[in-house]
């Protein structure tokens, strides 16, 4: 079983960066695509971007599309997210998923196993 781990949540004020890491246990080879989806309180889950294993391919919620860019490090076993220009309604606990199968570019709205969760925070 892959097991996933968030890093980098924190405190930010708005208009901040921040840098999520999700470290993979093992290949991801045979999987379809690695997701990053956030939880705020009391709201559903929401889907944030996703990274297509074999084609590389990219998407975003419309949320947050020019200001968040998803990307892998092979060699580290690693996903990140790059979040810019942060604004309070993206506080929420974001988590990483893994996609086990799909067809065609990956989707931010499907996931199957995640990890913890690291928790975000915008405010002044």
């Known amino acids: 079983q892959l097991q996933l781990a968030e890093s980098g949540g924190g405190l930010v004020q708005p208009g901040g960066s921040l840098r999520l890491s999700c470290v993979h246990s093992?290949?991801?080879?045979?999987?379809?695509?690695i997701v990053w989806f956030r939880q705020a309180p009391g709201k559903d889950r929401e889907g944030v971007s996703c990274?297509?294993?074999?084609?590389?391919?990219?998407r975003y919620g419309d949320s947050v599309k020019g200001r968040f860019t998803i990307s892998r490090d092979s060699a580290k076993n690693t996903v990140y997210l790059e979040m810019n220009n942060l604004k309070p309604e993206d506080t929420a606990v974001y988590y990483c998923?893994?996609?086990?199968?799909?067809?065609?570019?990956?989707?931010?709205?499907?996931?199957?196993?995640w990890g913890p969760g690291t928790q975000v925070t915008v405010s002044s």
């Open positions: 998923a893994i996609v086990d199968v799909g067809i065609g570019p990956c989707s931010p709205n499907q996931w199957d196993d």
């Open positions: 093992g290949s991801i080879l045979d999987y379809y695509a």
């Open positions: 990274v297509g294993i074999r084609d590389s391919s990219t």
